[in-house]
């Protein structure tokens, strides 16, 4: 077995496979496990899915929303336990990979349009709003 | 106990522990290695153990190595280090005995030597930190120079030449790198693959030493005791 192949297969049982459909464009719900103390709570935060970037257990994401009228952005890694769970909230139109240009956009503006061009690979998808 | 193996740097990725922290890790396939030779104080004045590493074809090796080696039953190998431990311990070995990672599973921490990146002749910026000059206010063309290297023949700040081990531009790298007291994450005896916090010297696929950590500092020693015990 290559080096590389043996290194990724260590990695492959920290790898989560309920990971639902989403690409960059959705607005989604991302649950974080939160620990304080010895208590446990989740907190979600919901935002616009601009980046992904990442090969396996390197996977991240990058959510965008907006707080009190100023950008947040957070990078999550996708496999790490510490995330509970990701839900679609809803699905639009993206015809790039990464839209940094959202940072620049004001009010209206910023939302993207729903119509997929080619929405058939999540035809029978559910998203939360569903 | 003592304990020195040998084995190979695959690479470096990422283990999210079970509170969730993202770790970096090299990962390192250690041995099996064979115990070649054990030296007594009786016949070569110390107390040592030799291991052997890495199967290498007996047409590429040469008739003493493949003798020395078969002395303890196996082929030639291809590298050989020994490490030193005490006479009472020298029992525990014996010629031919295969030591595989499990040797390390029950280690809190190990220390792991290679041989750095080689990186060709550098200036003194890159290899000793120095700051170099200033950027503007008439500096010119002596950016990254090391600035004045004195006179201090007689290690008193006098003389002709410059004092013996001043530091300047050289060759940097390729030379043997110890990391002392890394973390052991997790430990795959079915494939001979050790785990270990943090970076390791040299490029992927390069020969590594692993061994029983010497001068851990107080919380670690601690840590690695009750990992022993």
Redesign the interface.
Known sequence: MS??L???S??TE?LKNDIPKMDVGDTINVHC?I?EGDKERIQVFQGVLISWKGRG??EMIRVRRIVNDEGVERVF?L????IAKFEVVRRADARRAKLYFLRDRVGRSRRLRDRRRAMEHVKGEMTVQQ | MALKLLGTK??M????T???V?TPVT?IEVGPCVVTQIKTVAKDGYSAVQIGFDDVKPRRSTMPMIGHDGKAGTGPKRHHVEFRVDEKEAGEFELGQSLTVESFAKHAFVDVSGTSKGKGFQGTMKRHNFKGQPASHGVERKHRSPGSIGGHATNRGTGPKPKKGKRMAGHMGDERVTVRSLGVLRV?AE?N?L?VKGSVPGA??SLVEIRTPTRLYKSKGDRQKEAMA
């Open positions: 080096t590389q043996l290194i990724e260590l990695n920290a496990r620990v257990i390197n890694p496999h790490s336990p510490r | 695959l690479g990725t990422r283990v999210f079970d509170e969730g993202s990962v795959d494939r693959l785990l992927n696929k």
